[in-house]
T-cell receptor, first 116, second 115 residues
Framework: SAVISQKPSRDICQRGTSLTIQCQVD?????MFWYRQQPGQSLTLIAT?????????ESGFVIDKFPISRPNLTFSTLTVSNLSPEDSSIYLC?????????????FGPGTRLTVT | GQQLNQSPQSMFIQEGEDVSMNCTSS?????WLWYKQDPGEGPVLLIA?????ELTSNGRLTAQFGITRKDSFLNISASIPSDVGIYFC???????????????FGQGTILTVHP
């Protein structure tokens, strides 16, 4: 399984500012995703980070609010822009590993964001 | 969008007891994954299932891929205090279409184990 690290592990930000979260994987991966987990809730997919092209966003998530970069196969960033208290969540980076017979998906430790 | 119904929402059990939880869907999945999340951590993959009827074990954990491909079950035998956490099921749709490769998560089952 891939080893995934995220920075920062947590942050407290003021309303109206932005936070950029970094995700580093210890091996090259094709499939990389960003999820949001609101307090006490399940995981919701924000977008698929595509290397060399624009991210693919899920319904309800837009590029202006959640810009994503994927400069290579081991690294991605998620920015949460124009923060409001409703953005307080855990943001998780995830990578998928696929073969003709299997699929597994692994998660980083998450970034806990609190917006004041 | 796709929805998974996971039950129960929470369980309070005594150490040594067995635990069962399940997920059902209105859609057919070709992969079921089960995760455990500890407080302050990301979800950790426990078991992956790929075929209808498949039964797979990982230590004291056993999971099954339902025959209809619309459900999955996770059993934990002889629970211990470190089993405490939130367990999530996740389903992945079949090939083709815009949903290929994406996971849909259940709401989670909060497990509490009393010593």
């Amino acid at each position: 399984s891939a080893v995934i690290s995220q920075k920062p592990s947590r942050d407290i930000c003021q309303r109206g500012t932005s936070l950029t979260i970094q995700c580093q994987v210890d091996s090259q991966v094709t499939m990389m995703f960003w999820y949001r987990q609101q307090p006490g809730q399940s995981l919701t997919l924000i977008a698929t980070a595509n290397q060399g092209s624009e991210a693919t966003y899920e319904s309800g998530f837009v590029i202006d609010k959640f810009p994503i970069s994927r400069p290579n196969l081991t690294f991605s960033t998620l920015t949460v822009s124009n923060l409001s208290p409703e953005d307080s969540s855990i943001y998780l980076c995830s990578v998928g590993s696929r073969s003709p017979w299997s699929y597994e998906q692994y998660f980083g430790p998450g970034t806990r964001l609190t917006v004041t | 969008g796709q929805q998974l119904n996971q039950s129960p929402q929470s369980m309070f059990i005594q150490e040594g007891e067995d635990v069962s939880m399940n997920c059902t869907s209105s859609s057919i999945f070709n992969t079921w994954l089960w995760y455990k999340q500890d407080p302050g951590e990301g979800p950790v993959l426990l078991i992956a299932l790929y075929k209808a009827g498949e039964l797979t074990s990982n230590g004291r954990l056993t999971a099954q891929f339902g025959i209809t491909r619309k459900d999955s079950f996770l059993n934990i035998s002889a629970s211990i205090p470190s089993d405490v956490g939130i367990y999530f099921c996740a389903g992945r749709l079949g090939a083709g279409g815009t949903s290929y490769g994406k996971l849909t998560f259940g709401q989670g089952t909060i497990l509490t184990v009393h010593p």
